[in-house]
């Protein structure tokens, strides 16, 4: 028999707390650290791990690492557009540049998004 998830009570005010604090995180670009986790980002929002993964699976609709992954994605999309060098660019340094950690989590990320 699958168990019951264990239901969170975070008040409304420190819901909107931590969003707040996660769209700085975002602005300040912290997600394209290699190192990011969910773990991370909860020391730098000052909430623990519990709090800060109930949020961004409320407000963003997903898992935390699809939403790091989509940031990311969504930061090299941007690069791609401005970039105007007429040189190729290597897809590691594209992985580099956009926060993954490896070449396999960038072509993963790419995959799982299409």
Known sequence: MKEES???YISPSTQEIIERRIQAW???RSYLDHNCSID??????GYNRKFTSYVVNRTRGCSFPIFLNSLRLSFLENFLLEYTEEEPIKLTY??????FSTYGKFA???RDRV
């Open 40 to 45: 991370k980002l909860s020391r730098e929002v």
């Open 26 to 28: 975002i602005e300040n």
């Open 108 to 110: 993963s990320a790419i």
């Open 6 to 8: 264990k239901l969170i």
């Open 94 to 99: 594209l992985a580099y540049i956009s926060g």
